[in-house]
């Protein structure tokens, strides 16, 4: 089963949810952050690029605008690297636990799977974040020694920040697994 | 409740038999560890399983039957039926495969604890030609039975790796009991004994599981073990020799003991003796962390030396020993005749200040008389210090660190005239601003109680006051002047002090950076494990799932932070802003003070 839907981040952007269920005690929800438009990337270049020619018109040294060069390719692949997430995506199987993975542009994959044992509950959250409140995905880890303690709290699709709606119905998909198992 | 069956990868095409695995109590799973194949007698398999359940410490148990039907190999159901009351176990687990389908099916039969026959029977099945309503049925009959997860695991991989945070066998009494994974990889990990069986072994007793390649270069691997046990016995008696030397009590008296633990050269030594010693130690290593200190410990000592040896084929290659040596002096005399013409522009205007002309002079004279005797020092030592640089160079023999060491110790040495200027010009300085700290306060009528430590307020005598204003008065004209030179002097150490800072972190660098841990974490990456990450293989509705499990490896950062050797760098420095208030107020900064500057 696959659906896919188009929803908003908390910035008014496109994003689409994917929701596959491998079993009815298994499924995957994938967010596609939106991609990077290509004018933005062309003003920081622009930027740079005249920043240095400015540069190089008072000095007359040319060693400028070639730093300018490894300058702006560096900074480009250490942010598709290590900043520009492509996918976010949340793997939750019953009573073996919830998998948070996140892809980034370059293909560089970062996974946690958090065990089942640990896990107290799935809700969502309010937040304050800069000038705005935001409402975000998040899973409690129960305490070793409390059972009833919430000892830290683990927030899910961290850098596309769907909206409610779409939160919502993950939530409620996820409830579903949680509580049959 | 969902069962989960750990399954292994190597096992996959194996020939039908029976599965001998353990059930993770408490957690509804089971980690399968090996099939033992057709024919077998059932006394056997089950002296085996205790052999093993002995050797291994694992409650190991016959899981169920495998079915992997070839051709001509029909109608083994039954048989495979009959064969959980030879084995009595509280659940069977029938798992079977058809050739050419990638799914498998499983049966579960649950069985009473008075031996009944087996009841309740549930089939997931793959690739199952059912149509329309009959489908539909059978779906809403699994809905309320058991439903199975198929695990699949490298066992090679997860036999190896090492889960992390390491538990070092002491439980917490609060945590009831290791997490499900956890005591999946311990028990992949524990049976061990069980994957020494070849396939080409000639027993009673057929089985697939794990094999090794067979292991290469084991008669050098072999040769080495042998040989390191005289080694070792070797580095123990020639530390205990050295042991034994540095407890004369000579030593133990005032300026020696003094010495040593201001020399880097000493420091150095005395780390690698500690090392050494745990190297050399006949006890094997117990648990992981010892092991992994002692591999960082050995790769990061041989690395040492092999630099060290570069080091010394570079230095008596082509006389490099005595161009050093002839650079040094006009070197040291090039400083002097710099630091010479700096005192002179002091002792003038510098930077158009008007300084107090008497101070200044007397300040610039003595560190002029300073400078001269220095000089003579070096020349007097001019013609020893060829020798000094051969039979240090080959303390690089030992390794770099102490090649780095000795050289921080030789600059030290060298540059003393410049500490000489810098503590004159401190403690002239720290003097003059206590004495204005302390006059400001009587200049407005209060002082420092000693006994509560506070500033209280005070009635001073006419006497008193008048003759603390003009002290005061002197004090705050005659200050520029030190200020100045002191910071000048200052300037001038906190080069030094750079310098000798770079020497220790690379030496404290080499002797601490988990070289061991990070190879192993490049070139085997499943050795030290984060945790697991799963991908779902097929899924297809109406299939039991399956789900492939990788080894999530460590991140970079984590192995050197958990396996760095600890040395004195790891300890809490004082902040940048300590070390500026300490400048101000005029107190010494050394670079061999650990807790200080070290400038990191």
Same mark, same amino acid.
């Given at each position: *089963?696959?659906?896919?839907?188009?929803?908003?981040?908390?910035?008014?952007?496109?994003?689409?949810?994917?929701?596959?269920?491998?079993?009815?005690?298994?499924?995957?929800?994938?967010?596609?952050?939106?991609?990077?438009?290509?004018?933005?990337?062309?003003?920081?270049?622009?930027?740079?690029?005249?920043?240095?020619?400015?540069?190089?018109?008072?000095?007359?040294?040319?060693?400028?605008?070639?730093?300018?060069?490894?300058?702006?390719?560096?900074?480009?692949?250490?942010?598709?690297?290590?900043?520009?997430?492509?996918?976010?995506?949340?793997?939750?199987?019953?009573?073996?636990?919830?998998?948070?993975?996140?892809?980034?542009?370059?293909?560089?994959?970062?996974?946690?799977?958090?065990?089942?044992?640990?896990?107290?509950?799935?809700?969502?959250?309010?937040?304050?974040? *800069?000038?705005?409140?935001?409402?975000?995905?998040?899973?409690?880890?129960?305490?070793?020694?409390?059972?009833?303690?919430?000892?830290?709290?683990?927030?899910?699709?961290?850098?596309?920040?769907?909206?409610?709606?779409?939160?919502?119905?993950?939530?409620?998909?996820?409830?579903?697994?949680?509580?049959?198992? | 409740?969902?069962?989960?069956?750990?399954?292994?990868?190597?096992?996959?095409?194996?020939?039908?038999?029976?599965?001998?695995?353990?059930?993770?109590?408490?957690?509804?799973?089971?980690?399968?560890?090996?099939?033992?194949?057709?024919?077998?007698?059932?006394?056997?398999?089950?002296?085996?399983? %205790?052999?093993? %359940?002995?050797?291994?410490?694992?409650?190991?148990?016959?899981?169920?039957?495998?079915?992997?039907?070839?051709?001509?190999?029909?109608?083994?159901?039954?048989?495979?039926?009959?064969?959980s009351t030879i084995f009595p176990q509280k659940r069977w687990l029938q798992i079977s495969r058809q050739m050419g389908k990638t799914g498998f099916i499983c049966n579960v039969l649950n069985r009473d604890h008075d031996g009944e026959s087996a009841q309740k029977v549930k089939r997931k099945k793959k690739h199952e030609d059912v149509k329309g309503d009959e489908g539909e049925e059978d779906k809403e009959e699994e809905e309320e039975e058991e439903k199975v997860i198929f695990i699949h695991y490298e066992q090679r991989k997860v036999m190896m790796s090492q889960l992390h945070p390491i538990e070092n066998g002491l439980q917490d009494p609060k945590? @009831?009991?290791?997490?499900?994974?956890?005591?999946?990889?311990?028990?992949?990990?524990?049976?061990?004994?069980?994957?020494?069986?070849?396939?080409?072994?000639?027993?009673?007793?057929?089985?697939?599981?794990?094999?090794?390649?067979?292991?290469?270069?084991?008669?050098?691997?072999?040769?080495?073990? %042998?040989?390191?046990?005289?080694?070792?016995?070797?580095?123990?008696?020639?530390?205990?020799?050295?042991?034994?030397?540095?407890?004369?009590?000579?030593?133990?008296?005032?300026?020696?003991?003094?010495?040593?633990?201001?020399?880097? /050269?000493?420091?150095?030594?005395?780390?690698?003796?500690?090392?050494?010693?745990?190297?050399?130690?006949?006890?094997?290593?117990?648990?992981?962390?010892?092991?992994?200190?002692?591999?960082?410990?050995?790769?990061?000592?041989?690395? @040492?030396?092999?630099?060290?040896?570069?080091?010394?084929?570079?230095?008596?290659?082509?006389?490099?020993?005595?161009?050093?040596?002839? /650079?040094?002096?006009?070197?040291?005399?090039?400083?002097?005749?710099?630091?010479?013409?700096?005192?002179?522009?002091?002792?003038?205007?510098?930077?158009?200040?008007?300084?107090?002309?008497?101070l200044d002079q007397v300040l610039g004279r003595f560190f002029l008389y300073h400078i001269h005797l220095w000089i003579s020092y070096i020349h007097l030592m001019s013609p020893f210090i060829e020798g000094i640089f051969w039979y240090g160079g080959l303390s690089a023999c030992l390794g770099l660190t102490f090649a780095l060491s000795l050289l921080s110790d030789m600059v030290a040495l060298l540059t003393f005239h410049i500490y000489c200027f810098y503590v004159y010009g401190a403690r002239l300085y720290c003097l003059k601003i206590y004495g204005l700290s302390s006059l400001w306060r009587l200049f407005r009528g209060k002082k420092w109680n000693?006994?509560? %430590?506070?500033?209280?307020?005070?009635?001073?005598?006419?006497?008193?006051?008048?003759?603390?204003?003009?002290?005061?008065?002197?004090?705050?004209?005659?200050?520029?002047?030190?200020?100045?030179?002191?910071?000048?002097?200052?300037?001038?150490?906190?080069?030094?002090?750079?310098?000798?800072?770079?020497?220790?972190?690379?030496? @404290?660098?080499?002797?601490?950076?988990?070289?061991?841990?990070?190879?192993?974490?490049?070139?085997?990456?499943?050795?030290?494990?984060?945790?697991?990450?799963?991908?779902?293989?097929? @899924?297809?509705?109406?299939?039991?799932?399956?789900?492939?499990?990788?080894?999530?490896?460590?991140?970079?950062? /984590?192995?050197?932070?958990?396996?760095?050797?600890?040395?004195?760098?790891?300890?809490?420095?004082?902040?940048?802003?300590?070390?500026?208030?300490?400048?101000?107020?005029?107190?010494?900064?050394?670079?061999?003070?650990?807790?200080?500057?070290?400038?990191?």
């Amino acid at each position: *089963m696959m659906e896919d839907e188009a929803f908003t981040d908390i910035n008014g952007k496109t994003i689409s949810l994917d929701c596959q269920s491998h079993s009815s005690f298994c499924r995957e929800f994938t967010v596609s952050s939106p991609k990077t438009s290509m004018a933005k990337v062309m003003v920081y270049t622009c930027c740079v690029w005249l920043l240095s020619y400015t540069v190089f018109f008072f000095t007359q040294n040319t060693a400028v605008l070639s730093a300018a060069i490894v300058i702006t390719l560096v900074s480009m692949m250490l942010h598709i690297h290590f900043v520009k997430v492509d996918h976010e995506s949340l793997l939750v199987i019953g009573s073996l636990g919830i998998q948070l993975s996140s892809n980034y542009a370059s293909g560089r994959e970062t996974t946690t799977f958090i065990e089942m044992n640990k896990i107290k509950d799935i809700v969502i959250n309010e937040a304050i974040y *800069m000038h705005q409140i935001i409402y975000f995905l998040c899973v409690l880890l129960k305490d070793p020694s409390e059972p009833d303690a919430v000892s830290s709290v683990v927030p899910l699709f961290q850098s596309s920040k769907p909206r409610l709606n779409c939160l919502v119905k993950i939530y409620k998909s996820c409830q579903e697994i949680l509580s049959k198992c | 409740m969902v069962l989960k069956i750990f399954f292994p990868q190597c096992c996959n095409r194996a020939d039908s038999g029976l599965l001998v695995g353990r059930w993770i109590s408490g957690h509804e799973s089971a980690v399968v560890l090996a099939v033992i194949h057709y024919p077998f007698i059932p006394g056997q398999v089950k002296q085996y399983v %205790q052999q093993m %359940q002995t050797r291994s410490g694992v409650e190991l148990s016959v899981l169920g039957s495998w079915s992997l039907p070839k051709e001509g190999q029909e109608g083994m159901e039954s048989f495979l039926r009959d064969l959980s009351t030879i084995f009595p176990q509280k659940r069977w687990l029938q798992i079977s495969r058809q050739m050419g389908k990638t799914g498998f099916i499983c049966n579960v039969l649950n069985r009473d604890h008075d031996g009944e026959s087996a009841q309740k029977v549930k089939r997931k099945k793959k690739h199952e030609d059912v149509k329309g309503d009959e489908g539909e049925e059978d779906k809403e009959e699994e809905e309320e039975e058991e439903k199975v997860i198929f695990i699949h695991y490298e066992q090679r991989k997860v036999m190896m790796s090492q889960l992390h945070p390491i538990e070092n066998g002491l439980q917490d009494p609060k945590t @009831d009991s290791p997490s499900e994974l956890r005591q999946m990889f311990q028990t992949v990990a524990q049976s061990q004994p069980l994957f020494f069986m070849d396939k080409y072994d000639d027993g009673p007793l057929k089985s697939t599981h794990w094999q090794s390649e067979g292991r290469e270069a084991s008669i050098i691997v072999e040769l080495l073990k %042998q040989a390191s046990v005289p080694l070792c016995l070797l580095v123990t008696w020639l530390l205990s020799l050295w042991t034994w030397i540095c407890n004369i009590r000579i030593f133990s008296l005032y300026p020696f003991c003094f010495l040593s633990s201001k020399l880097s /050269t000493c420091v150095q030594l005395s780390y690698r003796t500690e090392h050494m010693r745990t190297l050399s130690s006949p006890r094997p290593a117990a648990g992981h962390t010892q092991f992994m200190r002692k591999a960082n410990i050995f790769v990061s000592f041989l690395v @040492d030396v092999a630099l060290g040896m570069l080091l010394i084929s570079w230095l008596y290659r082509d006389n490099h020993i005595s161009m050093l040596a002839n /650079t040094l002096v006009p070197a040291a005399d090039h400083v002097a005749k710099q630091l010479e013409e700096l005192l002179q522009w002091l002792m003038g205007a510098p930077a158009g200040l008007k300084m107090n002309r008497a101070l200044d002079q007397v300040l610039g004279r003595f560190f002029l008389y300073h400078i001269h005797l220095w000089i003579s020092y070096i020349h007097l030592m001019s013609p020893f210090i060829e020798g000094i640089f051969w039979y240090g160079g080959l303390s690089a023999c030992l390794g770099l660190t102490f090649a780095l060491s000795l050289l921080s110790d030789m600059v030290a040495l060298l540059t003393f005239h410049i500490y000489c200027f810098y503590v004159y010009g401190a403690r002239l300085y720290c003097l003059k601003i206590y004495g204005l700290s302390s006059l400001w306060r009587l200049f407005r009528g209060k002082k420092w109680n000693v006994l509560r %430590q506070r500033v209280d307020s005070c009635s001073y005598d006419l006497d008193q006051l008048f003759i603390g204003t003009l002290l005061f008065t002197i004090l705050l004209f005659l200050l520029p002047t030190t200020a100045l030179y002191y910071l000048v002097f200052t300037l001038l150490r906190l080069v030094v002090v750079l310098f000798q800072g770079v020497l220790h972190l690379s030496v @404290d660098f080499i002797n601490s950076f988990p070289l061991f841990a990070v190879g192993l974490r490049v070139c085997r990456f499943y050795r030290l494990a984060e945790g697991v990450k799963f991908r779902v293989l097929c @899924d297809e509705p109406g299939t039991a799932l399956h789900l492939l499990m990788e080894i999530n490896p460590l991140k970079v950062s /984590t192995v050197v932070q958990t396996y760095r050797t600890p040395t004195y760098s790891c300890y809490p420095k004082d902040s940048w802003a300590a070390l500026v208030k300490k400048l101000f107020v005029g107190e010494l900064i050394y670079p061999w003070r650990h807790k200080t500057t070290k400038t990191d």
